[in-house]
């Protein structure tokens, strides 16, 4: 039986390795963007936020305009625009196509949206060999596993688990040295760009004036993907769309400076369709596919849309307290940290996992570092009203809501609110004498298991105000 | 009588709110704060139909909860120009959230925005209303301050405490390293993911012994709760004070 | 197509519009324009990019830089005609002329050193800027494990708010615009850096 969220959190704190590789490299991601996005580098940096919010709801709030321009462009520079409403779609397309162009082989590059459908596995039952070529993809797909981070998807692995990996699946002698580990990729997957006849690769942003996609990445993968193999599919969420290629004058700015706190990636891509006539290289095909797979219906919430600004940058995790601590295999569903935490109880439903947004201490550090200004808290606290309006109709967790009624209703009695708290001084804890307390019964050892509880005051502050302005104005016994 | 006060403000008549975390747990830090206004040349009122702000509920989902208590919030502190909390995380409730509880268009909603602007935190109040940063205190020690999160993040609030510990005579001040991190409350976040809060707490413990101060300042009652809590059940001889009770002490 | 239709009516509805419609325009794009002279942007440059930068005083200067460079090891070069007056096409290890699709490909891939002009270099954030076309393929510049990039000072731009003044829409140009800052690089192991993942480990930009 699967594990319980509970149960998945306490085995990765139990996990000393894991916290100690997760904190060393969001302390360095961390430190870059801090360094990065300060003052001295880029002055306006807060403004920038702004444009780039303001952007995507300019953007989002046309979808449907925008992704009609977006395909007209696409084919009038001779691509091919295919609708997935949602994964199942998705795959299918990618499988026509690939037999279509008689594929054996596809290579791939770092995708979310690819992950989100489970791609890799269905193009495998139908015979088509896949390469993750990103380095750390390919490292977690060598280990069977799943990317751990956005941006740094083995993250987790140390560089003799990688080595013993390499071993083991490439045949290579065991060498921990991580510029031998990179050779040894590299003349794998090189071999395999030059004979793959399909390329596969996800989308930072869909530039709807253009019909283009564009892509950033360091290692040159991407790049290798879209220009060797004769057909390129590029699968993007319908969310990417920004409208001008001069708006990436604002995002390319933020993008890598809070994903891996570099001014720019190695490369940027800004690519429309096949091979044009007097061009040398690229791709003889391209085909756009854009997924919706939940998205519209994030899309319809005027409150919630905003999750869907995202680009992707991975700063939240690299912020948030508890990611830090969890690491990604932890959160169920394809995204983890916080954005994970607000995008998968909108797209696979609020019962998928109810402890989701609950699984935060509202600390804001999300929202504060977020490049496009997506106000995560506030995305959490209206995920906490749905579950609960979904739980009380369906009546679950009865005895919470009952509970939180009559506190309600004490918190309206300011008289009775004061006796409770006499009742509870004089007679529930005798023994607490102003000692904090060590045990509490029930749920409420969840606090008392590491830390002591205050016992109450031997005076409620009402009742000392009181005898404080007595004491002042003897004989005028109104408080205030 | 030691007023701190520039004249005009001099009698700046204030309503307390204490929280009811500080009403029935740690009503000294209510009345270290009262003292401190008054040295300073206000006026405290104490309004006893107070009790809370409704956050717990709000935070936990409840909205009707949060807002029948929303509510009687309001009716209480009604025609108060001046509502000084010893809390960042009520602040930040009253600030930002009272409003959401409400119907959009109603007139509860249109008071909850309307008093939003008449709710400070005490070392915000200090600082930029009544522009006083030296209130005569004095502190023997080495202190070291957490930044709550909703203080730091919804208030914008980091220089004021600092400027006000600046000026306490004989009182150095430590920054911990990693700064701004959540303590790991949260409400009941503390409890329902208890381990995750209290391995968040360990960090946040670590970091102020090694400041080597012998106290630690915060101005959210809820944030001391829980590094007390901690301090107390490793037995650490680290102080955890209000900020208003290091200000009081002269 | 059932499944355009699809998708577009749940968009439409979701933002409560009806039928088709041409979005009304967004404001006008931020492109703030730094007025730096053409030193000021040059010593941002060399001083930025994460790769070499060599600063020729004359085109006989970059030539003899490139052969000393190129000498001895397999080359391909770009059909660029800056690379034809600096006369590297007729550097004895150099192949060039290659405008086949496969010859390309097996051509860079074959190549230690691949040569190339650029459309543009930025100054801040620094990097080169290079649109496919006869004269700039995309391979010469990616396949090889070393990068020459050759570049007319005067083409060199102050950022990107300047190259998306002057080039608004890249797709009416070429079905591929590349921004290369620096070499290909991870820190995928362990947070180690490591060059040379699977493009060029070395990138040198001359400049004339």
Redesign the interface.
């Known amino acids: 039986m699967a594990a319980t969220f509970?149960e998945t959190?306490?085995v990765a704190?139990s996990d000393i390795k894991l916290q100690q590789n997760i904190l060393t490299a969001t302390n360095r991601f961390n430190e870059k963007r801090r360094e990065i996005v300060a003052p001295e580098a880029l002055p306006d940096y807060q403004e920038l936020r702004s444009a780039a919010h303001a952007i995507k709801k300019h953007a989002l709030d046309r979808l449907d305009s925008y992704l009609e321009m977006l395909e007209g462009k696409v084919r009038e520079h001779g691509g091919e625009v295919v609708w997935c409403p949602d994964g199942e779609a998705a795959v299918h397309a990618v499988l026509s196509i690939a037999r279509e162009n008689g594929v054996r082989l596809a290579v791939k590059s770092k995708s979310m949206v690819t992950e989100e459908i489970h791609l890799n596995d269905d193009l495998e039952k139908n015979g088509i060999e896949v390469l993750e070529t990103d380095l750390g993809e390919f490292i977690q797909q060598l280990s069977g596993e799943r990317p751990f981070h956005i941006v740094a998807p083995a993250m987790h692995k140390t560089r003799g688990e990688i080595a013993e990996l390499f071993a083991e699946k490439l045949g290579m002698a065991r060498n921990d040295e991580p510029t031998e580990l990179t050779k040894a990729a590299r003349g794998v997957l090189r071999q395999k760009f030059l004979e793959a006849g399909l390329g596969v690769s996800g989308a930072n942003f869909l530039i709807a004036e253009s019909g283009a996609v564009v892509l950033v990445e360091n290692e040159g993968n991407i790049r290798l993907t879209t220009s060797v193999p004769r057909v390129h599919v590029a699968i993007a969420g319908i969310e990417k769309v920004i409208p001008r290629a001069a708006d990436l004058a604002v995002f390319l700015k933020l993008l890598a400076r809070h994903g891996s706190g570099q001014p720019l990636t190695s490369y940027t891509s800004f690519l429309s369709g096949p091979r044009r006539s007097g061009e040398i290289n690229g791709p003889e095909k391209f085909y756009l596919l854009l997924l919706d797979n939940g998205r519209s219906r994030i899309l319809a919430d005027a409150e919630k849309r905003q999750t869907l600004y995202c680009i992707r940058c991975g700063a939240c995790a690299n912020v948030c307290?508890?990611y830090r601590?969890?690491g990604g295999h932890s959160y169920p569903g394809t995204y983890s940290g916080p954005i994970g935490a607000i995008l998968t109880p909108q797209f696979q439903g609020l019962g998928f996992e109810s402890?989701l947004p609950?699984?935060?201490?509202?600390?804001?550090?999300c929202?504060?570092v977020c490049p496009v200004k997506i106000d995560i808290p506030r995305m959490l606290?209206a995920l906490?009203?749905?579950?609960?309006?979904a739980e009380t109709r369906q009546e679950k967790w009865r005895w919470?809501?009952r509970a939180?009624?009559a506190?309600?209703?004490?918190?309206?009695h300011?008289r009775l609110?004061e006796w409770a708290?006499f009742f509870?001084r004089a007679f529930v804890w005798p023994e607490a004498e102003g000692k904090?307390i060590?045990s509490l019964p029930g749920?409420?050892n969840?606090?008392t298991?590491?830390?002591?509880?205050?016992?109450?005051?031997e005076?409620?502050?009402?009742r000392?105000?009181r005898a404080?302005q007595k004491q002042r104005s003897p004989g005028n016994g109104k408080?205030? | 009588m030691r007023g701190y006060l520039s004249k005009s403000l001099m009698g700046l008549r204030v309503s307390l709110f204490?929280t009811?975390l500080?009403?029935?747990?740690?009503?000294?830090v209510?009345?270290a704060m009262?003292d401190v206004l008054e040295r300073a040349g206000c006026e405290?009122?104490?309004?006893?139909?107070?009790?809370?702000c409704?956050q717990?509920?709000?935070?936990?989902?409840?909205?009707e909860?949060?807002a029948?208590?929303a509510?009687?919030f309001l009716k209480t502190f009604e025609g108060a120009d001046c509502i000084v909390t010893p809390s960042g995380s009520c602040c930040s409730m009253i600030r930002h959230?009272f409003a959401e509880v409400f119907e959009e268009g109603s007139r509860e909603r249109e008071t909850a925005e309307r008093l939003a602007a008449h709710v400070y935190e005490f070392s915000e109040f200090l600082l930029n209303v009544a522009q006083v940063e030296d209130v005569g205190a004095r502190f023997a020690g080495t202190v070291t301050y957490h930044d709550s999160?909703?203080a730091?993040?919804?208030l914008g609030i980091r220089e004021q405490p600092r400027r006000l510990l600046s000026k306490v005579r004989e009182l150095q001040l430590r920054e911990m390293q990693p700064a701004?991190?959540?303590c790991?409350?949260?409400?009941?976040?503390?409890?329902?993911?208890?381990?995750?809060?209290?391995?968040?707490?360990a960090?946040k413990i670590e970091a102020i012994v090694n400041t080597g101060a012998d106290a630690v300042v915060s101005i959210d009652p809820s944030c001391l709760?829980?590094i007390?809590?901690?301090l107390?059940?490793r037995e650490l001889p680290i102080q955890t004070l209000h900020l208003a009770e290091v200000l009081a002490r002269t | 197509m059932a499944e355009r239709e699809n998708i577009l009516h749940k968009v439409r509805t979701a933002l409560g519009h009806h039928g088709s419609s041409v979005p009304e325009p967004p404001s006008p794009p931020r492109l703030i324009v730094p007025s730096w002279s053409p030193e000021e942007r040059l010593a941002r440059l060399t001083a930025k990019f994460l790769g070499e930068t060599v600063r020729c005083a004359s085109l006989d200067e970059a030539a003899a830089f490139i052969a000393a460079r190129v000498a001895g090891r397999s080359a391909v070069a770009a059909n660029h005609p800056l690379l034809e007056r600096l006369g590297v096409m007729s550097l004895p290890s150099v192949r060039s002329g290659l405008t086949g699709r496969d010859e390309s490909r097996d051509g860079c891939a074959e190549s230690e050193i691949g040569i190339t002009g650029v459309d543009y270099a930025l100054a801040d954030p620094a990097a080169l800027v290079m649109l496919s076309s006869a004269r700039n393929d995309r391979l010469t510049s990616l396949l090889p494990a070393s990068h020459i990039a050759v570049v007319e000072a005067d083409k060199v731009l102050t950022g990107l708010d300047e190259l998306f003044t002057i080039v608004p829409d890249p797709a009416e140009i070429s079905s591929s615009m590349v921004l290369i800052g620096g070499p290909s690089r991870t820190g995928d192991i362990e947070m180690t850096l490591t060059l040379g993942v699977h493009g060029p480990r070395e990138v040198c930009l001359v400049i004339v």
Not at chain 2, 22 to 28: H, I, T
């Open positions: 509970h959190i306490h704190l307290p508890v601590r969890i402890n609950f699984a935060s201490s509202l600390c804001g550090a929202g504060e606290l906490r009203r749905d579950v609960k309006e919470e809501k939180f009624q506190w309600s209703w004490l918190m309206r300011p609110f708290g509870g904090w060590r749920p409420l969840a606090w298991d590491t830390r002591d509880f205050p016992p109450p005051a005076q409620s502050f009402r000392l105000w404080r408080s205030g | 204490v009811c500080v009403d029935q747990l740690f009503p000294q209510g009345l009262a405290c009122e104490f309004r006893a139909e107070q009790t809370c409704g717990p509920a709000f935070n936990s989902g409840y909205t909860e949060a029948a208590v509510r009687h959230h999160c909703h730091l993040r919804d701004e991190e959540c790991g409350f949260g409400g009941t976040f503390s409890v329902k993911l208890g381990e995750l809060s209290s391995d968040m707490l960090g709760m829980q007390r809590g901690g107390s059940r």
